[in-house]
């Protein structure tokens, strides 16, 4: 006997979508010499189930490929990040400090150096080298580096301002002053180290590309004008005067506790080991508008000052020293909010070159003058 095959729900399922389909498909069909419309085209209901059956059909096909296009948006879109220049970043500017620390030291073993201890140059400059002055004719008493600029990578120009003092034949010393040796400097590292290697384990190295070449002093310059118009003398009659003689006493000598003469909060420590042994307020400077400031003003008001003291050290010399200070305002007296990095200048001043100072005629080159006969 044959067996007969059950059809499974899935089969029932699509039998009812194509009676379905075909129920919507199958319309009764109009004869072909239909009347033409307003517009000329004839229209039947064969037609229109055509153009139901193409739309419906577009619109399937739309949502089935809906995930796909998706997908390929998607990696256009990845694409078009990916393909966007990415920024490069700017190289850091490498640190002066070695070639700097080299130019110095080479500078003052070239001013020590002369005939014959040429080779005391070689560690700097590798080229030859021949000196005529005698050795330790001149000498640096002290050196510092002025200026700084780097030419290229790992190349610098450095100059260097050394105090020198010259022996005569006889063998006393004379200091000539300050003088000003500009020097190149190539330097092989990391940018940390002057050069303009990128890798960490890069070796570090100078070297001078010839000898110093003395230049002229920077331009001397007339500062501006300061921002303490108002002259306090050193009377302890003004509250803001006194105040300031106990904080620098304090600070300087470590006689007393400085948050006595301090606002609250301010992290600031007295000067240890003590370097003097008493301090003498000379002069005050400040920013008041009064000609006498006797009384102090309501709370938060701001005074800036200008100090000038008189400091004995421990072997009874006395030093000069200025102090620019900020002091506010709080409870009916005047506290120090801070001790100012450098004294306030006018908004309204700047600085100024300095006139040279006119030579004076060498006594030598002088004409004599004509003898009485």
């Given at each position: 006997m044959k067996?007969?095959?059950?059809?499974?729900?899935?089969?029932?399922?699509?039998?009812?979508?194509?009676?379905?389909?075909?129920?919507?498909?199958?319309?009764?069909?109009e004869?072909?010499?239909?009347?033409?419309?307003?517009?000329?085209?004839?229209?039947?209901?064969a037609?229109?189930?055509?153009i139901?059956?193409l739309?419906?059909v577009?619109?399937?096909?739309l949502?089935?490929?809906?995930p796909?296009?998706g997908?390929?948006?998607?990696?256009?879109?990845?694409?078009?990040?990916?393909?966007?220049?990415?920024?490069?970043?700017?190289?850091?500017?490498?640190?002066?400090?070695?070639?700097?620390?080299?130019?110095?030291?080479?500078?003052?073993?070239?001013?020590?150096?002369?005939?014959?201890?040429?080779?005391?140059?070689?560690?700097?400059?590798?080229?030859?080298?021949?000196?005529?002055?005698?050795?330790?004719?001149?000498t640096?008493?002290?050196?510092?580096?002025?200026?700084?600029?780097?030419?290229?990578?790992?190349?610098?120009?450095?100059?260097?301002?050394?105090?020198?003092?010259?022996?005569?034949?006889?063998?006393?010393?004379?200091?000539?002053?300050?003088q000003?040796?500009?020097?190149?400097?190539?330097?092989?590292?990391?940018?940390?180290?002057?050069?303009?290697?990128?890798?960490?384990?890069?070796?570090?190295?100078?070297?001078?590309?010839?000898?110093?070449?003395?230049?002229?002093?920077?331009?001397?310059?007339?500062?501006?004008?300061?921002?303490?118009?108002?002259?306090?003398?050193?009377?302890?009659?003004?509250?803001?005067?006194?105040?300031?003689?106990?904080?620098?006493?304090?600070?300087?000598?470590?006689?007393?506790?400085?948050?006595?003469?301090?606002?609250?909060?301010?992290?600031?420590?007295?000067i240890?080991?003590?370097?003097?042994?008493?301090?003498?307020?000379t002069?005050?400077?400040?920013?008041?508008?009064?000609?006498?400031?006797q009384?102090?003003?309501?709370?938060?008001?701001?005074?800036?000052?200008?100090?000038?003291?008189?400091?004995?050290?421990?072997?009874?010399?006395?030093?000069?020293?200025?102090?620019?200070?900020?002091?506010?305002?709080?409870?009916?007296?005047?506290?120090?909010?801070?001790?100012?990095?450098?004294p306030?200048?006018s908004?309204?001043?700047?600085?100024?070159?300095?006139?040279?100072?006119?030579?004076?005629?060498d006594?030598?080159?002088?004409?004599?003058s004509p003898?009485?006969s």
């Amino acid at each position: 006997m044959k067996r007969v095959r059950r059809p499974r729900k899935a089969d029932k399922k699509r039998v009812a979508e194509a009676e379905v389909w075909d129920d919507e498909v199958e319309e009764p069909q109009e004869e072909a010499d239909a009347e033409p419309d307003e517009t000329g085209w004839k229209t039947s209901t064969a037609h229109l189930a055509g153009i139901a059956r193409l739309v419906r059909v577009g619109v399937w096909a739309l949502i089935a490929s809906g995930p796909a296009l998706g997908v390929m948006a998607l990696l256009g879109s990845s694409g078009a990040v990916h393909a966007a220049p990415k920024p490069i970043a700017a190289p850091s500017p490498g640190s002066q400090v070695g070639p700097a620390g080299f130019a110095q030291l080479f500078v003052t073993a070239f001013l020590e150096a002369g005939q014959g201890t040429e080779r005391d140059l070689a560690p700097y400059y590798p080229g030859p080298v021949a000196l005529a002055a005698k050795p330790g004719t001149r000498t640096a008493t002290r050196s510092t580096v002025i200026a700084s600029r780097e030419v290229q990578a790992g190349y610098w120009s450095i100059t260097v301002a050394s105090d020198v003092t010259v022996q005569d034949d006889k063998g006393k010393p004379k200091r000539l002053g300050v003088q000003y040796f500009r020097v190149g400097i190539q330097a092989i590292g990391t940018t940390g180290a002057g050069g303009a290697a990128t890798s960490a384990k890069a070796v570090t190295g100078y070297s001078a590309t010839s000898l110093p070449a003395q230049v002229a002093a920077p331009a001397a310059i007339t500062p501006g004008a300061l921002a303490y118009q108002s002259e306090r003398g050193s009377s302890s009659a003004d509250p803001s005067v006194d105040t300031a003689r106990g904080f620098l006493s304090a600070y300087l000598t470590g006689a007393a506790a400085l948050d006595r003469y301090t606002s609250p909060g301010l992290n600031l420590q007295a000067i240890s080991p003590a370097p003097y042994s008493a301090v003498q307020v000379t002069g005050v400077r400040d920013d008041a508008a009064q000609s006498v400031q006797q009384k102090v003003p309501a709370d938060g008001a701001e005074l800036h000052q200008l100090v000038q003291v008189q400091a004995t050290d421990q072997a009874g010399s006395a030093v000069s020293l200025s102090y620019a200070l900020t002091l506010k305002s709080r409870a009916g007296r005047w506290e120090v909010a801070s001790v100012d990095d450098a004294p306030a200048i006018s908004p309204s001043s700047a600085p100024s070159v300095a006139p040279q100072p006119t030579p004076s005629p060498d006594a030598t080159t002088a004409k004599p003058s004509p003898s009485n006969s």
